[in-house]
T-cell receptor, first 112, second 114 residues
Framework: DVKVTQSSRYLVKRTGEKVFLECVQD?????MFWYRQDPGLGLRLIYF???????EKGDIPEGYSVSREKKERFSLILESASTNQTSMYLC???????????FGPGTRLTVL | AQTVTQSQPEMSVQEAETVTLSCTYD???????LFWYKQPPSRQMILVIR??????QNATENRFSVNFQKAAKSFSLKISDSQLGDTAMYFC???????????FGKGTKLSVIP
């Protein structure tokens, strides 16, 4: 059974803290994605990666960075968390371009 | 840039009835893929159905089917014999043939009423 896991379901951080969100997939997928989900806005792509050490900006990359050192792992980094980054963060992976994306359970991040 | 519009923020349907969720999109590409994803309350998002634009035949998956109108850029989802487990947020999504990205609509919250 395919699986995408995320390091935390819920996370509470303080303004200015550095935050790491981890995502791991066990499907040997080439592509991995980080989305942000907010009510009334749907899902918005933050960053994606199509290969190890490769990354591309999505629609809302400001305030975020990513790291992909291994094929199965894709990390989202908030260098200095701010309250407007309070949101649900979803990780996904896919084998091919324009293919089905498999999603993780999400991390609900609250920045106080 | 592509856009995806879901005009119904919320819908409800009686159990065992049929419901149709609307989706329109805007693109200048001729080849692309369309998806419906389902996100149940507090559960992971999963793919419901996928349509390839070059295929004329509408996709079906058990009780789920689509009405794909390429000229009108419309991609609606029909759920037949609605079940309580169909209660979820439903997202329509678009991917260009050469793209890694999915562009999502804002979602429709569907409630199935017993």
């Amino acid at each position: 059974d395919v699986k995408v896991t995320q390091s935390s379901r819920y996370l509470v951080k303080r303004t200015g803290e550095k935050v790491f969100l981890e995502c791991v997939q066990d499907m040997d997928h080439e592509n991995m994605f980080w989305y942000r989900q907010d009510p009334g806005l749907g899902l918005r792509l933050i960053y994606f990666s199509y290969d190890v050490k490769m990354k591309e900006k999505g629609d809302i990359p400001e305030g975020y960075s990513v790291s992909r050192e291994k094929k199965e792992r894709f990390s989202l980094i908030l260098e200095s968390a701010s309250t407007n980054q309070t949101s649900m963060y979803l990780c996904a992976s896919s084998l091919y371009r324009f293919d089905e994306q498999f999603f993780g359970p999400g991390t609900r991040l609250t920045v106080l | 840039a592509q856009t995806v519009t879901q005009s119904q923020p919320e819908m409800s349907v009686q159990e065992a009835e049929t419901v149709t969720l609307s989706c329109t999109y805007d693109t200048s590409e001729s080849n692309y893929y369309l998806f419906w994803y389902k996100q149940p309350p507090s559960r992971q998002m999963i793919l419901v159905i996928r349509q390839e634009a070059y295929k004329q035949q509408n996709a079906t998956e058990n009780r789920f089917s689509v009405n794909f109108q390429k000229a009108a850029k419309s991609f609606s989802l029909k759920i037949s014999d609605s079940q309580l487990g169909d209660t979820a947020m439903y997202f329509c999504a678009f991917s260009g043939a050469g793209s890694y990205q999915l562009t999502f609509g804002k979602g429709t919250k569907l409630s199935v009423i017993p």
